[in-house]
């Protein structure tokens, strides 16, 4: 009897062990696999804020997954960005947030972009180190080396687009600027009414493929410098060659590198084939400025943005708008930066020329945005009124600065 109980016993246990394991393979809920994310042919494109961002396919999978569930954290009114009150107004920019104040979705991208680390960076530094505002624009001054590539740059007939590069600096050929703008992408531009006081500016810079026509009346006419990164040359949307808006400017392209890449690295191969557009271009247009920015200066801007923020942030390059508000910086006396810290009329509507929503366009994804605007933010010297209507900060031209040597 015992024998047959034990053999009962043991039949027992192999079918709830079989039922275990056909459970587990048929009905378990699929682990998420990290993919590597570097671009790839036919890689669909994103702009977010100011800038065209390299998003996969798994990526935008994961996006539109996720979509839901961001709704439904807002809605539920869970963590979400915090605002404080004073003077019975909303301040749009809390100057230190932090990833705790993002909402689940962005704190789980962040945490992505960490895990995949796609430029090798190794930080040596220390966070957290909480600098005087003037400390920090003298660490701007000091340390981030804004320039340009020009022939001298590469060893001789490395390849046939490099014959192209201008043989003087930016700086060299632009000079010094007095009153200068930048002006965002950001759809609460729209409805701003600053377009005139836009184009008072000694100069202006926008962004990528950011337009002027039909929108005069709250981004203004004039443009000087488009910044642009390596993908608007390189992606047919784009319609680099044939597209006006790029002509009769100043163009500053910029392509990242790995964390300690130096330019021949870099050069033998960038993120995105920038080189053969680069060389129809200026043989389309030979009497137009187009400069290529030097990889490093990127690197150089992050370590002090991660320095001087209170946790690990993004290991990502930082964004067209922190690229463009340092160059402003460097070659003018003053620098008027519109929406980059959002103001009363911010929406989750990424730009004001397309309809396309995304929270991350305000507060990043793939780039450290809100420590960049943390930092940025602190450098204002403008009334903090003027973010509030504006969205408007005002900051010092680098080269007015004084800086101890020690």
């Not at 060299?172 to 200068?180: D, H, I, T, Y």
């Not at 590198?257 to 330019?263: G, H, M, Q, R």
């Not at 690229?323 to 009329?345: H, K, T």
Request: aromatic fraction near 12%; include cysteine; charge should be positive.
């Amino acid at each position: 009897m015992s024998r047959v109980i034990k053999k009962i016993s043991l039949i027992c246990l192999m079918i709830i062990c079989v039922s275990f394991f056909f459970f587990g393979v048929f009905f378990e809920r699929p682990k998420n696999v990290v993919k590597d994310q570097s671009p790839v042919k036919n890689q669909p494109t994103f702009v977010w804020g100011h800038e065209t961002l390299n998003v996969s396919l798994s990526e935008k999978s994961t996006i539109k997954v996720n979509e839901a569930t961001q709704k439904k954290a807002q809605k539920n009114d869970l963590p979400t960005v915090k605002k404080s009150i004073k003077n019975n107004e909303d301040k749009l920019w809390n100057k230190q947030l932090t990833s705790n104040d993002l909402i689940w979705r962005l704190q789980r991208q962040r945490t992505h972009y960490q895990g995949l680390n796609r430029y090798k960076v190794k930080f040596l530094g220390t966070i957290n180190q909480q600098h005087s505002p003037h400390d920090l624009l003298c660490q701007l001054k000091q340390r981030v080396n804004m320039t340009t590539l020009k022939t001298s740059d590469l060893p001789e007939n490395v390849s046939s687009w490099s014959q192209y590069l201008p043989n003087k600096d930016i700086h060299e050929a632009v000079g010094k600027l007095k009153r200068c703008a930048v002006v965002s992408s950001a759809a609460s531009m729209k409805g701003s009414k600053l377009g005139e006081e836009i184009d008072s500016h000694d100069a202006v810079l926008r962004f990528n493929a950011a337009p002027t026509k039909g929108y005069e009346t709250d981004v203004g006419s004039k443009t000087t410098f488009r910044l642009i990164n390596s993908q608007i040359v390189t992606q047919k949307e784009f319609k680099f060659l044939e597209n006006s808006i790029y002509k009769d400017v100043v163009l500053i392209l910029w392509d990242p590198a790995p964390y300690k890449a130096d330019v021949y690295q870099w050069f033998k191969k960038p993120e995105y084939k920038f080189g053969e557009p680069y060389q129809k271009y200026q043989v389309a247009n030979p009497g137009q400025l187009f400069y290529i920015m030097k990889p490093q200066s990127l690197w150089q801007i992050w370590n002090i943005i991660q320095e001087n923020a209170p946790e690990r942030i993004h290991p990502n390059p930082p964004s067209s708008g922190t690229i463009g508000i340092l160059w402003m910086m460097n070659i003018c006396d003053e620098v008027n930066v519109y929406e980059f810290l959002p103001s009363s009329r911010q929406s989750d509507q990424c730009y004001y020329f397309r309809k396309y929503s995304d929270t991350a366009c305000t507060y990043g994804a793939y780039h450290p945005l809100i420590y960049e605007k943390n930092l940025i933010g602190k450098l204002n010297q403008g009334p903090e009124d003027d973010i509030y209507k504006k969205g408007k900060i005002t900051l010092p031209g680098l080269k007015n600065i004084e800086c101890s040597m020690g």
